[in-house]
């Protein structure tokens, strides 16, 4: 009789498979999104207060290397570094709640901007080149950009309930054409400033009532010229966007992290102040004020292409790429934005201030439908709300990702002084006090960014309206389903579905999973306290992720069973020991595979897990009860077990590692 | 052999080879009637041993050390029990097996096992990749098939060279 299996059924928990990518990638995935107000920040700007607007999009693009510098900080900490994670360690739980509605807003109004631009920009070379094709189709720009956006937000919310991913590869193929187009744009530019000479943008402010907002009331506050820097720079702020998705992106690069995420940055900041401000400059210049703020309001980089000297059908061929690569960037910024807020609400929805109604599954696609179905459907009714009018859009704009900013800048300052935990990189200008960096630069930038979103109070009235009214909807959401968990958690020990919302993929066999283990090396990680994971880090610390697959195993004792059947489900607390590995692995850059196993012997499955996968090393950390020792007697003796008597066997090292110490021996 | 370091780059060479032969002999083989509880099966199996380690190891300080690290030892999924215990004051490998015709019920796995070797190895760090070997070997060695077989017998040296293939 042969000794009998001891598991058969493993979950691979797909959440934690995670493949990292180069800085380029990463910068690309950012880009896409913060590099798309390029197309239309300039003419909003135009509208609100004239002329000077290139120098105040060029300042914004400044200060966005201040905050690209404040998330490489929160991303180099010791939590992870997005808004919501930031503010609730720093200020709680009631400020997180606001600031993650703050955020969710600029999602909102992110994905219609940038439908509503991409639509606008495809309706301005369609009035160029249906004429020349002899057809006399006229259908206004705004109508045409409504339904183009309307369009493009479904292609999307249909493609995010199937599941489909941001493709990082795909981002940096778009992000290469728009590099190549935007060379070319600008250096075509360059030649035409040479040949017609170059004026200086006036600095004198010229804002419209609109523009004004509630300031009409205060002419004397207009009077005081910082406040009217400030006013000005609150309605540029909009090239801002996007930083978020550095913080999301930030988890998947690749190892050294803080490194290459430095190197993302700058990559990050060089662009977009190449491309959004370099190009709105030009733009300026280039092209008489009047049509920046009129024909070519809606469509400023094709109005650059247009008005360049040459021929026309070389200036028309030029304004198609423009639009191609713009719609494809301005598209792709629609894309990130359902993304980045159906992952930043899974994520609060994990910390259980978010109804388990919204975590929801689709039964054929497994995706949270409910949570991207409210993205989809609040972003398709700002779109028709906006009648296809960007300014107007651009005036919603700018509350959620202002005041969701101040809020994170505002809680890394407090972390400094909280919490002493050494980070990966702090934010320059620090003056030592005692044990405490005090943030000197980092109060700056707090003190800019408080006061032009004060500012914006003021002056972008349907921003204030309408984002204070959504973060109060949201929060009074938030708060509900929190309270409502809370009561639930009361009644229930264990969610029934706890198994779905980890995303782990159950299997018969260990070797159905064996495919997915291609790399030429491969060491097994055992693993079973979350506190005790010194083994798992020494792993990732050396272990070269392009030619090894860390397998980190854990195995539920379930005692004097033969196991045969189903075994059960996966507790809550089995799925708490995941989270520290998920972590781990993201903080060295490395991919891992994590799988789960029932089992009646823990030294069996390991056994019986790295003979299926051909593993080259287990490690194990020490057993607080046992001993190292024991456990390599336990592993042997399964080991020698599960060989087939007289059959060769690849020998294996196996490794016991603890604080500072480690013991290696060969299993043959 | 082996390496018992700070943490550092592993330094590893092929253990020396083991062999059952060596500890398997006609003379520490012993048929076990009856059925003993697992206590007993040990006790009875460490009495035996005792000759081997005389003016070595005391009877006191063998017992208790097996009792001791019997509460360690588990019984293997293929009904195979290895008792094992580590002396400083041993130079090398001592191991008495036992066999079960009718064998006795784990109570910790509900196993049953009918043959069980109590070894005994040296507490050395140079000799525990050998002793890892050696508990590895046995493990493969005595599989289901061979212990049924070996529960049939009532002839040491048949068994030992069915064990060692002799």
């Given at each position: 009789?042969?000794?009998?299996?001891?598991?058969?059924?493993v979950?691979?928990?797909?959440?934690?498979?995670?493949?990292?990518?180069?800085?380029?990638?990463?910068?690309?995935?950012?880009?896409?999104?913060?590099?798309?107000?390029?197309?239309?920040?300039g003419?909003?700007?135009?509208?609100?207060?004239?002329?000077?607007?290139?120098w105040?999009?060029?300042?914004?693009?400044?200060?966005?290397?201040?905050?690209?510098?404040?998330y490489?900080?929160?991303c180099?900490m010791?939590?992870?570094?997005?808004?919501?994670?930031v503010?609730?360690?720093?200020?709680?739980?009631?400020?997180?709640?606001?600031?993650?509605?703050?955020?969710?807003?600029?999602?909102?109004?992110?994905g219609?901007?940038?439908?509503?631009?991409?639509g606008?920009?495809?309706?301005?070379?369609?009035?160029?080149?249906?004429?020349?094709?002899?057809?006399?189709?006229?259908?206004?720009?705004?109508?045409?950009?409504?339904?183009?956006?309307?369009?493009?937000?479904?292609?999307?919310?249909?493609?995010?309930?199937?599941?489909v991913?941001?493709?990082?590869?795909?981002?940096?193929?778009?992000?290469?054409?728009?590099?190549?187009?935007?060379?070319?744009?600008?250096?075509?530019?360059?030649?035409?400033?040479?040949?017609?000479?170059?004026?200086?943008?006036p600095?004198?402010?010229?804002?419209?009532?609109?523009?004004?907002?509630?300031?009409?009331?205060?002419?004397?506050?207009?009077s005081?010229?910082?406040?009217?820097?400030?006013?000005?720079?609150?309605?540029?702020?909009?090239?801002?966007?996007?930083?978020?998705?550095?913080?999301?992106?930030?988890?998947?690069?690749?190892?050294?992290?803080?490194?290459?995420?430095?190197?993302?940055?700058?990559?990050i900041?060089?662009?977009?102040?190449?491309?959004?401000?370099?190009?709105?400059?030009?733009?300026?210049?280039i092209?008489?004020p009047?049509?920046?703020?009129?024909?070519?309001?809606?469509?400023?980089?094709?109005?650059?292409a247009?008005?360049?000297?040459?021929?026309?059908?070389?200036?028309?061929?030029?304004?198609?790429?423009?639009?191609?690569s713009?719609s494809?960037?301005?598209?792709g910024?629609?894309?990130?934005?359902?993304?980045?807020?159906?992952?930043?609400?899974?994520?609060?929805?994990e910390?259980?201030?978010?109804h388990?109604?919204?975590?929801?599954?689709?039964?054929?696609?497994?995706?949270?439908?409910?949570?991207?179905?409210?993205?989809?459907?609040?972003?398709?009714?700002?779109?028709?709300l906006?009648?296809?009018?960007?300014?107007?859009?651009?005036?919603?704009?700018?509350?959620?990702?202002?005041?969701?900013?101040?809020?994170?800048?505002?809680?890394?300052?407090?972390l400094?002084f909280?919490?002493?935990?050494?980070?990966?990189?702090?934010?320059?200008?620090?003056?030592?006090?005692?044990?405490?960096?005090?943030?000197?630069?980092?109060?700056?930038?707090?003190?800019?960014?408080?006061?032009?979103?004060a500012?914006?109070?003021?002056?972008?009235?349907?921003?204030?309206?309408?984002?204070?009214?959504?973060?109060?909807?949201?929060?009074?959401?938030?708060?509900?389903?929190?309270?409502?968990?809370?009561?639930?958690?009361?009644?229930?020990?264990e969610?029934?579905?706890?198994?779905?919302?980890?995303?782990?993929?159950?299997?018969?066999d260990?070797?159905?999973?064996?495919?997915?283990?291609s790399k030429?090396?491969?060491?097994?990680?055992?693993?079973?306290?979350?506190?005790?994971?010194?083994?798992?880090?020494?792993?990732?610390?050396?272990?070269d992720?392009?030619?090894?697959?860390?397998?980190?195993?854990?195995?539920?004792?379930?005692?004097g069973?033969?196991?045969?059947?189903?075994?059960?489900?996966?507790?809550?607390?089995?799925?708490?020991?995941?989270?520290?590995?998920?972590?781990?692995?993201?903080?060295?850059?490395?991919?891992?595979?994590?799988?789960?196993?029932?089992?009646?012997d823990?030294?069996?499955?390991?056994?019986q897990?790295?003979?299926?996968a051909?593993a080259?090393?287990?490690?194990?950390?020490?057993?607080?009860?046992?001993?190292?020792?024991?456990?390599?007697?336990?592993?042997?003796?399964?080991?020698?077990?599960?060989?087939?008597?007289?059959?060769?066997?690849?020998?294996?090292?196996a490794?016991?590692?603890?604080?500072?110490r480690?013991?290696?021996?060969q299993?043959? | 052999?082996?390496?018992?370091?700070?943490?550092?780059?592993?330094m590893?060479?092929?253990?020396?080879?083991?062999?059952?032969?060596?500890?398997?002999?006609?003379?520490?083989?012993?048929?076990?009637?009856?059925?003993?509880?697992?206590?007993?099966?040990?006790?009875?199996?460490a009495?035996?041993?005792l000759?081997?380690?005389?003016?070595v190891?005391?009877?006191?300080?063998?017992?208790?050390?097996?009792?001791?690290?019997?509460k360690?030892?588990?019984?293997?999924?293929?009904g195979?029990?290895?008792?094992?215990?580590?002396?400083?004051e041993?130079?090398?490998?001592?191991?008495?097996?036992?066999?079960?015709?009718?064998?006795?019920?784990?109570?910790?796995?509900?196993?049953?096992?009918?043959?069980?070797?109590?070894?005994?190895?040296?507490?050395?760090?140079?000799?525990?990749?050998?002793?890892?070997?050696?508990?590895?070997?046995?493990?493969?060695?005595?599989?289901?098939e061979?212990?049924?077989?070996?529960?049939?017998?009532?002839?040491?040296?048949?068994?030992?060279?069915?064990?060692?293939?002799r």
């Amino acid at each position: 009789m042969a000794p009998s299996p001891r598991f058969k059924q493993v979950f691979v928990l797909s959440t934690a498979m995670l493949s990292f990518i180069s800085f380029w990638k990463a910068a690309a995935v950012v880009l896409c999104d913060l590099g798309s107000s390029a197309y239309y920040a300039g003419g909003i700007a135009m509208n609100a207060f004239g002329p000077a607007f290139p120098w105040y999009v060029m300042a914004v693009m400044l200060f966005a290397g201040l905050m690209i510098m404040v998330y490489v900080e929160s991303c180099a900490m010791f939590v992870r570094g997005g808004v919501y994670k930031v503010v609730n360690e720093a200020m709680g739980h009631s400020m997180a709640k606001i600031s993650v509605s703050a955020l969710i807003f600029d999602y909102m109004v992110t994905g219609p901007i940038s439908a509503v631009s991409a639509g606008l920009y495809v309706s301005g070379l369609l009035y160029n080149v249906l004429p020349l094709l002899h057809i006399g189709w006229h259908v206004p720009p705004n109508v045409f950009a409504v339904f183009f956006a309307v369009l493009v937000t479904a292609y999307f919310w249909r493609e995010n309930i199937k599941g489909v991913e941001e493709s990082s590869d795909k981002n940096f193929k778009i992000m290469v054409f728009v590099s190549v187009v935007g060379a070319v744009l600008m250096g075509w530019s360059l030649l035409t400033v040479w040949q017609r000479g170059f004026n200086v943008p006036p600095f004198k402010l010229a804002f419209t009532k609109e523009s004004m907002g509630w300031m009409v009331n205060f002419p004397w506050l207009r009077s005081i010229a910082i406040v009217g820097i400030l006013m000005a720079f609150g309605h540029s702020i909009l090239a801002l966007s996007g930083l978020e998705t550095l913080a999301q992106v930030y988890r998947e690069i690749e190892d050294p992290k803080i490194k290459n995420l430095k190197k993302a940055a700058m990559l990050i900041f060089i662009f977009s102040l190449l491309f959004t401000g370099g190009l709105t400059f030009l733009a300026s210049s280039i092209i008489p004020p009047a049509m920046v703020g009129g024909k070519y309001a809606d469509n400023l980089l094709s109005g650059l292409a247009l008005e360049l000297n040459g021929p026309f059908w070389a200036r028309l061929v030029l304004q198609f790429f423009v639009v191609v690569s713009g719609s494809l960037m301005l598209v792709g910024a629609v894309n990130t934005a359902l993304v980045g807020s159906n992952g930043v609400l899974n994520r609060v929805a994990e910390d259980g201030i978010l109804h388990d109604w919204f975590r929801h599954l689709h039964k054929k696609y497994g995706t949270t439908y409910r949570m991207i179905n409210m993205v989809a459907i609040s972003q398709i009714a700002v779109i028709i709300l906006s009648r296809g009018n960007i300014y107007l859009i651009g005036e919603a704009y700018a509350f959620g990702v202002m005041w969701s900013l101040v809020f994170k800048t505002l809680s890394l300052i407090i972390l400094r002084f909280n919490e002493e935990l050494p980070r990966g990189w702090m934010f320059p200008l620090n003056i030592k006090l005692d044990k405490v960096y005090f943030p000197a630069g980092m109060i700056v930038v707090f003190l800019i960014l408080l006061s032009a979103s004060a500012i914006n109070l003021f002056t972008k009235r349907i921003a204030t309206i309408s984002g204070l009214a959504f973060t109060a909807v949201f929060y009074a959401i938030f708060q509900i389903s929190e309270n409502m968990n809370r009561k639930k958690a009361k009644l229930y020990a264990e969610s029934e579905d706890s198994d779905e919302m980890l995303n782990l993929r159950k299997e018969d066999d260990i070797t159905t999973i064996l495919p997915e283990l291609s790399k030429p090396k491969k060491i097994l990680v055992p693993v079973r306290n979350p506190n005790n994971l010194v083994h798992l880090k020494s792993v990732l610390e050396t272990a070269d992720d392009d030619t090894t697959d860390i397998i980190v195993l854990s195995a539920k004792i379930a005692k004097g069973a033969h196991l045969e059947g189903d075994q059960g489900t996966i507790t809550e607390e089995d799925q708490d020991l995941f989270g520290p590995i998920v972590l781990m692995a993201e903080k060295y850059g490395k991919t891992v595979k994590p799988i789960f196993v029932f089992s009646n012997d823990p030294f069996y499955s390991m056994a019986q897990v790295a003979q299926a996968a051909g593993a080259d090393e287990i490690v194990m950390g020490v057993s607080g009860s046992t001993g190292a020792e024991v456990q390599l007697e336990r592993l042997a003796m399964a080991w020698g077990m599960l060989k087939k008597p007289g059959a060769p066997a690849k020998p294996l090292l196996a490794r016991v590692v603890w604080e500072g110490r480690q013991m290696t021996y060969q299993l043959s | 052999m082996i390496s018992y370091k700070s943490t550092g780059s592993p330094m590893i060479q092929q253990s020396d080879g083991v062999s059952l032969s060596a500890i398997v002999k006609p003379e520490n083989i012993i048929f076990l009637d009856g059925t003993p509880s697992r206590e007993e099966a040990v006790r009875r199996l460490a009495e035996r041993i005792l000759p081997q380690v005389d003016g070595v190891i005391s009877r006191k300080a063998l017992l208790d050390r097996i009792s001791e690290v019997e509460k360690l030892n588990q019984v293997l999924e293929s009904g195979f029990y290895i008792p094992h215990a580590k002396f400083p004051e041993l130079d090398g490998f001592f191991a008495v097996l036992g066999i079960m015709q009718e064998g006795f019920t784990d109570p910790a796995s509900g196993l049953r096992v009918k043959a069980a070797l109590l070894l005994l190895s040296p507490h050395k760090p140079a000799f525990f990749q050998r002793h890892l070997n050696m508990l590895s070997l046995l493990s493969q060695t005595f599989q289901p098939e061979l212990i049924e077989k070996l529960a049939s017998l009532r002839d040491s040296s048949a068994a030992a060279a069915i064990i060692t293939g002799r």
